[in-house]
């Protein structure tokens, strides 16, 4: 006799479900307000660090850093209204990018710049080199995204591929949440804590029908711990403790407040006239790579967390091509760095279970706003990075769950199935690990050769966990028994949306707006 058969409880969905508003539904102008100004001020966290970073790096002024953040936060508001509007038209936020880093890191120790005796002078000089390296590199998603070839590469990616390159966007930012968290425990502990009790525990306490603490935790429970902080730093609680402990956990040691203009408008070049140089723009490039992958997988994990289809592969491709626009608006500007998708606001859209287009659209609006009122801006911005540290802790984790998700669409049965994925996770963990701890130690990457380009090439691309996962798991996805497998990889499923008329929804969800799909038909 046989066994009987398991019944099957949770089939595959197209869609994600229990959203109280996807992409193209939106909730009431003043819920839609509070939910984009608490999109604004999660993007503040990366807004902060990176200028941070490099203006320490650079050893700028206050002054200087207050510039960067104000400028990264208008071309960021920008970049956000243009991917929302002519882009894939995703609820996503467009922000800085850490795959930039090693290249940036690179010019400022360049010895061209090193030897300029006064700081200020040596300041502007590094900003105009990082300026002149991305008005370069940018071109190289203006032609992968406006001439289809990164649609066409697209079309090699899977759901089984696209697993590890979606969860590694957000596991490989483990080092930019609980390490952070650690540094003032007293404060980012309860935000974390607090954060999940408002959002998953407390979610169904309603006011006025409005699960108020679900849908805002995050402001909520920010505003709780930084009057916490204030209260802790005018008791004096850090008064004895080392700098770095004060630093992380004062709120009055960020200098913001008191640098910043009251009104000031950023405008292109307005560190001075752009420097070129090959070896800069090519190191640079390889950024401009990595953040091509990492806002592929993040615009795939944004569309199901916006309840949307996956875009398909003219939609990602024009949405590319925007991408690398706004990487020259952030060489033109001067941002002192490139521009990708926000992981941590993609997360807050499954936090929230609102995927609105709109919301994002006015977070737009407060980043532009408040980077043009200085001191109100530098206000929010001086909120200690630790709370922001343990809200990723959730957020990243949220979004690497989304690309776990891909798995219901494969056969995990499958030992073909297995030894891609695994391998392609662990690899994706492991060696951007070692080159980060060998940089650590020896002061470079273990790419170190005369040839400056070349080590920046290499140094960049394998220390992005995506780029890692997407180079083993779309190899090894397409040349590993490809041709007896498409059902075991999800190819029947993924084959719907690879065009933009595979399926009826893809019109409701990527049309362009002002019916400029007239001029633009998709393919």
């Known amino acids: 006799m046989e066994a009987p058969k398991p019944e099957i409880i949770h ?3 197209d869609q994600l479900q229990g959203f109280e508003y996807c992409i193209d539904s939106n909730p009431s102008w003043g819920e839609a307000i509070a939910l984009g100004f608490q999109h604004y001020i999660l993007a503040l966290g990366t807004a902060v660090m990176i200028p941070t970073i490099i203006v320490g790096a650079i050893e700028g002024t206050p002054d200087d850093k207050v510039r960067l953040i104000q400028t990264l936060l208008f071309v960021g508001g920008v970049n956000t209204l243009v991917q929302t509007l002519f882009g894939t038209r995703l609820p996503t936020v467009i922000g800085g990018s850490y795959a930039f880093l090693v290249p940036i890191m690179s010019i400022i120790h360049d010895s061209s710049i090193t030897q300029i005796q006064d700081p200020h002078l040596r300041f502007l000089q590094t900003i105009r080199a990082i300026q002149g390296a991305l008005i370069v590199s940018s071109s190289v998603q203006i032609v992968l995204g406006f001439s289809q070839l990164w649609g066409i590469c697209s079309r090699f990616f899977s759901p089984l591929g696209m697993v590890p390159v979606i969860a590694l966007v957000g ?14 425990v007293e404060i980012g502990i309860p935000m974390l804590i607090l954060f999940i009790a408002f959002s998953q525990y407390l979610k169904h306490f309603q006011a006025k029908h409005l699960p108020i603490l679900e849908r805002f935790a995050l402001v909520i429970s920010i505003t709780v711990i930084w009057a916490y902080a204030h209260l802790l730093t005018a008791s004096g609680a850090y008064k004895h403790r080392p700098i770095k402990t004060q630093v992380n956990c004062r709120t009055d040691k960020a200098h913001l407040i008191a640098s910043a203009p009251w009104i000031k408008i950023p405008y292109p070049l307005q560190w001075g006239a752009p420097t070129f140089d090959a070896g800069h723009a090519f190191g640079m490039m390889a950024a401009v790579l990595v953040s091509l992958i990492e806002s592929t997988a993040a615009y795939k994990a944004a569309s199901r967390l916006a309840s949307a289809t996956p875009p398909p592969a003219h939609v990602l491709s024009r949405g590319i091509g925007w991408q690398g626009i706004g990487i020259l608006l952030d060489g033109l500007f001067g941002t002192g760095t490139g521009s990708t998708v926000s992981i941590e606001n993609v997360g807050l859209l499954g936090s929230t279970r609102v995927g609105s287009r709109r919301v994002i659209q006015i977070s737009a609006g407060f980043m532009i706003f408040f980077s043009i009122l200085g001191k109100f801006g530098a206000l929010f911005a001086s909120i200690p990075i630790p709370i922001f540290a343990a809200v990723y802790c959730v957020l990243f984790g949220l979004v690497a769950s ?14 073909r199935n297995l030894f891609i994925v695994g391998v392609a996770l662990f690899l ?14 020896a002061r470079h990457g273990p790419a170190h050769t005369k040839a400056g380009w070349f080590n920046d090439f290499l140094n960049t691309i394998f220390v992005s966990s995506p780029t890692v996962a997407l180079i083993v798991a779309v190899f090894l996805d397409n040349t590993l028994d490809y041709k007896d497998s498409a059902r075991d990889r999800g190819m029947p499923w993924w084959d719907r949306f690879r065009t933009f008329k595979g399926d009826s929804r893809n019109e409701e969800f990527y049309t362009l707006p002002f019916n400029l799909n007239r001029f633009f038909p998709p393919s």
Do not use: K
Not at 172 to 179: N, Q, V
Not at 402 to 415: A, C, E, K, R, Y
């Open 11 to 13: 089939l595959p969905m």
């Open 171 to 184: 596991f490989g930012l483990f080092d930019r949440s609980f390490p952070l968290v650690g540094t003032c």
């Open 402 to 415: 989304v690309g776990l998700s891909f798995l219901q669409f494969t056969n995990m049965n499958s030992m």
């Open 428 to 441: 994706g963990l492991s060696v951007p690990e070692y080159f980060r701890e060998f940089a650590a130690t």
